[in-house]
T-cell receptor, first 115, second 117 residues
């Protein structure tokens, strides 16, 4: 069974641009969560989607948004990029909402660099 | 809000030794999960072990075991017979259980574990 797939793996953007990251969960998994990983702040929860609905959202500005499609694939979007958005963005999937199973499977991440 | 604290930024041990990574947490929740995740240099986060708060018995997975002290809010990871492949960042993480209003995983800052040959 294929794992969680994130694309692109690496990307470089300039300030003010926007970016869209994609995540394909493990087949059969209906929940997708997103995390931001930076050296300074560590790993921080962005949001969770389950059955195309945003279940939870972390403490991030409205520039960070996401969605989930009927096939459970998810995208996250960051608009008006700032230098501080440079990070590794991790996607995780689970069978049901993470709070119900307590177990997440992570992808390898998308490394975003903002210049 | 929950907090997770890992007080050891880096640890180094010899291959085959036993090593214990520390983690403390703070929460007012009664229903929750605790995890140890491993992030090797390739970056993919891998679940090492999971503990449900309502279970008194400590979780074990092969060479990995935890010492869960609920009253002390402590959740340490013991790696026995350490191997070179255990070299990675280890993150302790907390998640509220069902009905508690899930906020995703709350991670500690991580411990960089280096296994020396």
């Amino acid at each position: 069974k294929a794992g969680v797939t994130q694309t692109p793996r690496y990307l470089i953007k300039t300030r003010g641009q926007q970016v869209t990251l994609s995540c394909s969960p493990i087949s059969g998994h209906r929940s997708v969560s997103w995390y931001q990983q930076t050296p300074g702040q560590g790993l921080q929860f962005l949001f969770e989607y389950f059955s195309e609905t945003q279940r939870n959202k972390g403490n991030f500005p409205g520039r960070f948004s996401g969605r989930q499609f009927s096939n459970s694939r998810s995208e996250m979007n960051v608009s008006t990029l700032e230098l501080g958005d440079s990070a590794l963005y991790l996607c995780a999937s689970s069978l049901a909402s993470g709070s119900d199973t307590g177990e997440l499977f992570f992808g390898e991440g998308s490394r975003l660099t903002v210049l | 809000a929950q907090t997770v604290t890992q007080s050891q930024p880096e640890m180094s041990v010899q291959e085959a030794e036993t090593v214990t990574l520390s983690c403390t947490y703070d929460t007012s929740e009664s229903n929750y999960y605790l995890f140890w995740y491993k992030q090797p240099p390739s970056r993919q986060m891998i679940l090492v072990i999971r503990q449900e708060a309502y279970k008194q018995q400590n979780a074990t997975e092969n060479r990995f075991s935890v010492n869960f002290q609920k009253a002390a809010k402590s959740f340490s990871l013991k790696i026995s017979d350490s191997q070179l492949g255990d070299t990675a960042m280890y993150f302790c993480a907390f998640m509220k259980g069902s009905g508690g209003g899930a906020d995703g995983l709350t991670f500690g800052k991580g411990t960089h574990l280096i296994i020396q040959p």
